[in-house]
């Protein structure tokens, strides 16, 4: 059962406000944040080093993808591919601001495409900041923001249901996606809320859609311990209930998931086993000092029942990342 279109994009909301309020405690920094979140909500501690971690692990893993790509940068070796083309495609985007962090500091070195899809209400209220304030429209350059839509060379606002992949397809290649082209696809905390059906057909769409890919989704996982149970009736009862996670309830579900979409190379670990590989003991110690936090035995529940997986395709001749978890 899945919940309704509106209640899914009020998910936004939540997690806008979730790492607004992390940002504003010093767990990171985002500049860009503050923009679309004038007043976060409180969240306890707990939330807030969890909402950390999953924030600086979409940026890692971001990070990773663009490396081999960035003109004079990190990426050398056999994997470099200083000043290629490469595309981002953020399902369910949200209020995420992850071009903005990448266009504000290596932009300029970088030749990347970002495309951000979701729910139509959501995409009109991320236009309608962006185009309202100077600190993003200037990093948005050549915008064409006729329609529903938000159009660049580098940046495109897309507003499509990702069940409906003819439109989405014809939409992307309306908006300058290129099937040739290494792409880094993204849901964070997405796919979790669509059928399985739905949610395999558009892992399955993406790696077909490049000859080189990664795939990355951040979700909650373990349904059946009693947190897990705990976990999917507080999100059913805000209308938002679990739709896939019956189907894919423990990593091994996860990985023969990407698996048989179309992504041979698959990793996936808990938030729990990544928190150390995120935060160095040094910002371990900096983090445990912004709050006083005494639910450490709830916090890794929660940590572990939720997982960050990746899919990797990319031609044996070309071989551009390895192991982004470790």
Sequence with gaps: MEGTDDDVAATNDDAAHSKAMAVGKGYFKDPYLNFFVRKPKWSPP?????????????????????????????GGGAG?????????VVYGAGFDTNYFRVASSIGAQLNVAYFEVDFQNVIAAKKRVILGTSELSDLVPGANSGGEHLISPTYS???????????????????????DVPTLFLSEAVLMYTNP?????????????????????YEPFSPTDSFGRK???????????????????????????FRECGY????SRTMLDMYPRLFDQTEQRRIARLEMMDEFEEFNLLMSHYCVVVGLKQPSDKSTWSSPLL
């Design 80 to 88: 470099n591919r200083s000043g290629e083309r490469c595309q981002v």
């Design 264 to 267: 041979p190379v698959v990793e």
């Design 157 to 179: 606002l897309l507003a499509a249901d990702l069940r409906n992949l003819p439109a989405l397809t014809e939409l992307l290649s309306q908006s300058g996606f290129q099937r």
């Design 46 to 74: 707990l939330m807030n080093r969890g909402t950390a971690a999953r924030a600086i692990l979409i940026r890692s893993l971001m990070d990773k993808f663009l490396a081999p790509f960035i003109r004079g940068g990190p």
């Design 197 to 217: 059906v739905d949610s395999e057909a558009l892992i399955r769409w993406s790696a077909g859609s490049s000859p080189s890919s990664m795939f990355v989704i």
């Design 231 to 257: 976990m999917i009736e507080n999100l059913k009862r805000r209308g938002v209930p679990l739709a896939s996670i019956e189907k894919y309830p423990t990593l091994e579900a996860q990985n023969l998931r």
